[in-house]
């Protein structure tokens, strides 16, 4: 199978993820960045340059993980001369997917608007990723602010605590995720029609698609602590929650009224038992009875005697992990991935979602670094290269 080319005017997390999932398939992928403003020292993707130090001033902890693999080119796209210079990239090489997550407002200004770069091949799969699609083309895409608008945050915390954010980025990620899905789909089309594509891809509507255990629930009669935070208990089902041991903590979810007989069964868990709690509905009338009793049981012993107790009554129960330990743990120890710092050390990465057949890959590109390379493989001289170096058009 022939291998695919991505031109890809990212930044930050969401769209360098998607074409992340593009790498690990053995797909190219190109980074394209703007050349630098007047006295401007960090220019580029700002996320080369936020973390710990890693391979140099430009290739920071931020940005290492969801670049590995990838080549980079910088462009001035607010010169014409750069955007003729893009355009041709697009037909030469030639490019399958161009793909940006700039406001969309600058997609016309920039050269990057499907229209202009599908006149350069009109097989080309454009994708652009948004905070709220064309229709809002001046609205940031960031996670932190989209996870409170789309309520997220609001989901997410103690009942009685503030709004809180997850752990992870999860609607940049999710944006990333639609990328890699839609441009397959995309391709899928291509495969029967010949023709390219235009995808727009809005964050909020992303985040929105995932709110399926809480929003379909506004039109039932929700009480309102049925749609707001609920710390780490289940909102349904009883008792589901995060208990303190002697040593530690576990994560304990009794999914049914069998589960539940299971765990009165056990000797240490007896006393929980009682006529009403036989069903979920009569667990959920005593929750915080069950909750405090529960926790008092557990943080009697240790996570070693519970943990094993539980598993072998067939119940779901699980240590809370540290990242630390999780990179450590089977199923994820051995499936992940890695690349190699400048002085030989090893960085290792998060596994692929699925196995890809590759676990190794190059280490992320410095700023500009593949420029010349590029340019040559667009039919471009060493004496227009130069020129074009030199009069900044591109670095």
């Known amino acids: 199978m022939r291998r695919r080319t991505v031109l890809s005017m990212e930044q930050a997390l969401a769209l360098p993820y998607g074409t992340l999932r593009l790498v690990q398939l053995g797909w190219r992928v190109i980074r394209v960045e703007a050349t630098p403003r007047p006295g401007q020292s960090t220019p580029g993707d700002p996320n080369r340059y936020v973390g710990r130090p890693a391979a140099g001033p430009d290739r920071r902890s931020y940005y290492l993980a969801p670049n590995v693999g990838k080549e980079a080119i910088a462009i001035d796209l607010k010169s014409a001369e750069g955007r003729e210079l893009l355009k041709r990239i697009v037909r030469e090489l030639p490019v399958d997917v161009f793909a940006c997550n700039t406001l969309p407002r600058r997609y016309a200004e920039l050269g990057i608007d499907y229209q202009t770069l599908s006149e350069a091949n009109d097989r080309l799969i454009w994708v652009g990723i948004s905070a709220m699609g064309p229709e809002h083309p001046d609205v940031p895409g960031y996670d932190p602010a989209l996870q409170a608008l789309l309520g997220y945050m609001d ?21 990333g995720d639609e990328v890699f899905a839609q441009t397959m789909h995309a391709l899928a089309e291509q495969a029967e029609t010949g023709k390219g594509a235009r995808i727009d891809i809005s964050m909020a509507r992303c985040a929105a698609s995932w709110l399926h255990t809480t929003l379909p629930l506004l039109d039932l009669g929700a009480r309102p602590e049925e749609v707001s935070r609920s710390g780490n208990e289940h909102r349904e089902f009883v008792p ?12 304990l979810a009794i999914g049914n ?18 006529q009403v709690r036989q069903t979920n509905e009569g667990r959920r009338a005593e929750r915080s009875a069950i909750r405090d009793e529960l926790s008092a049981i557990c943080r009697a012993h ?66 500009g670094e593949h420029t010349r390379q590029i340019l040559n493989e667009a039919r471009l001289s060493e004496d227009q290269i130069d020129s074009l170096l030199e009069r900044g058009v591109v670095r």
């Not at 103690?158 to 999860?170: E, H, K, N, R, Y």
């Not at 994820?332 to 960085?347: I, M, N, S």
């Open 155 to 175: 989901l997410t915390g103690q009942a009685d605590g503030p709004p809180t954010l997850m752990g992870v980025p999860m609607i940049d990620l999710k944006a």
């Open 240 to 251: 589901v929650n995060v208990y303190r041991t002697a040593d530690g903590w576990l994560y």
């Open 257 to 274: 009224d069998v589960q539940w007989q299971r765990l009165v069964e056990l000797e240490l868990f007896v006393s929980l038992n009682s």
């Open 302 to 367: 240790p996570t070693a005697e519970l943990l094993p107790t539980l598993a072998a009554a067939g119940l779901v129960v699980t240590p809370v992990n540290s990242i630390a330990e999780v990179r450590e743990s089977s199923g994820v120890r051995e499936h992940l991935t890695r690349t190699t710092l400048p002085d030989g050390g090893q960085l290792r990465l998060p596994p692929t979602a699925v196995d890809t057949g590759k676990d190794e890959f190059a280490l992320s590109p410095r700023y």
